[in-house]
T-cell receptor
Framework: DAGVIQSPRHEVTEMGQEVTLRCKPI?????LFWYRQTMMRGLELLIY????????DSGMPEDRFSAKMPNASFSTLKIQPSEPRDSAVYFC?????????????FGPGTRLTVT | AQSVSQHNHHVILSEAASLELGCNYS??????LFWYVQYPGQHLQLLLK??????LVKGIKGFEAEFIKSKFSFNLRKPSVQWSDTAEYFC????????????FGGGTRLMVKP
């Protein structure tokens, strides 16, 4: 298996632009998580899905952030409009509830820089 | 809500020194416990996990962790660190019955001097 795939790996954009981050979870996994990592705030859970349904989005910073999971193999995290304080590494992770594993597998991350 | 505390934010060791990183959680029920490692510029990878049974868990690369229920702790240890262990280490907790969500600690940055 290719693991969790994220694109793009790096994104540089100007303040006010729309940014879309993409994630393909491991095939068969039924949970998907979006995290943000910064030096100041560490690793933060933004939102997670179970069977494509958002379960908890309390970590989403504000209305500028939105996430969707239209099917089991694809999710997007959108920031509109972007701001310099959104600069961070965004990780996607997936896991499988069957077998009670609970282990999350992380993607390589998208490094976002907003200027 | 549960929380996870990693009291050591930065640790600097020389090669061959012994390592112990602290992890405490606040949750009264049954938990599953994890340690993840993040090497510089890379994503988080699972180091070891505890679900049940022997409270001393052995993971990859010579790491081990001990679950002490009475202390709500799950400390990570390695008898002799190497320069390649330089990384950030995250403890995570999954309360049983909470689905697959993990609560992560703030992380501990380990630097091993050659």
């Amino acid at each position: 298996d290719a693991g969790v795939i994220q694109s793009p790996r790096h994104e540089v954009t100007e303040m006010g632009q729309e940014v879309t981050l993409r994630c393909k979870p491991i095939s068969g996994h039924d949970y998907l998580f979006w995290y943000r990592q910064t030096m100041m705030r560490g690793l933060e859970l933004l939102i997670y899905f179970n069977n494509n349904v958002p379960i908890d989005d309390s970590g989403m910073p504000e209305d500028r952030f939105s996430a969707k999971m239209p099917n089991a193999s694809f999710s997007t995290l959108k920031i509109q409009p972007s701001e310099p304080r959104d600069s961070a590494v965004y990780f996607c992770a997936s896991s499988l509830s069957f077998g009670l594993s609970y282990e999350q597998y992380f993607g390589p991350g998208t490094r976002l820089t907003v200027t | 809500a549960q929380s996870v505390s990693q009291h050591n934010h930065h640790v600097i060791l020389s090669e061959a020194a012994s390592l112990e990183l602290g992890c405490n959680y606040s949750y009264g029920g049954t938990v599953n416990l994890f340690w993840y490692v993040q090497y510089p510029g890379q994503h988080l990878q699972l180091l070891l996990k505890y679900f049940s049974g022997d409270p001393l868990v052995k993971g990859i690369k010579g790491f081990e962790a001990e679950f002490i229920k009475s202390k709500f702790s799950f400390n990570l240890r390695k008898p002799s660190v190497q320069w390649s262990d330089t990384a950030e280490y995250f403890c995570a907790v999954n309360p049983v019955g909470a689905g697959n969500m993990l609560t992560f600690g703030g992380g501990t940055r380990l630097m091993v001097k050659p």
